[in-house]
Nanobody
Framework: QVQLVESGGGLVQAGGSLRLSCAASGRTMSTYVMGWFRQVPGKERVRVATISWGGTSTDYADSVKGRFTISRDNAKNTVYLQMNSLKPEDTAIYYC????????????WGQGTQVTVSS
């Protein structure tokens, strides 16, 4: 079992930056592939970024490439999402998630943190 707690969300103007954090507890995070997702009310949750166990491999949704950066610090059991050049369409609830197998569903989810980008 692993528990995930996101933080760092808030209100920011378009063009601004935020850094989200996701703290894991219960089991060492280094055994999990970590991901960030986001969801707008009434729409499906979509993947934003993924990072491999050791942090050497990352992948991004096309909509955030070049603006968002996912990283992890396994010693601190924390994964981050640095979000730059934010746009109003980035407004959503952001969730972090963890899974053991690269090719499989995510097993654990955080409660989410709200990000609002004003125009």
């Amino acid at each position: 079992q692993v528990q995930l707690v996101e933080s760092g969300g808030g209100l920011v103007q378009a063009g601004g930056s935020l850094r989200l954090s996701c703290a894991a507890s219960g089991r060492t995070m280094s055994t999990y592939v970590m991901g960030w997702f986001r969801q707008v009310p009434g729409k499906e949750r979509v993947r934003v970024a993924t990072i491999s166990w050791g942090g050497t491999s990352t992948d991004y949704a096309d909509s955030v490439k070049g603006r968002f950066t996912i990283s992890r610090d396994n010693a601190k059991n924390t994964v981050y999402l640095q979000m730059n050049s934010l746009k109003p369409e980035d407004t959503a609830i952001y969730y972090c998630a963890a899974k053991i197998k690269l090719a499989g569903p995510y097993d654990y989810w955080g409660q989410g943190t709200q990000v609002t980008v004003s125009s």
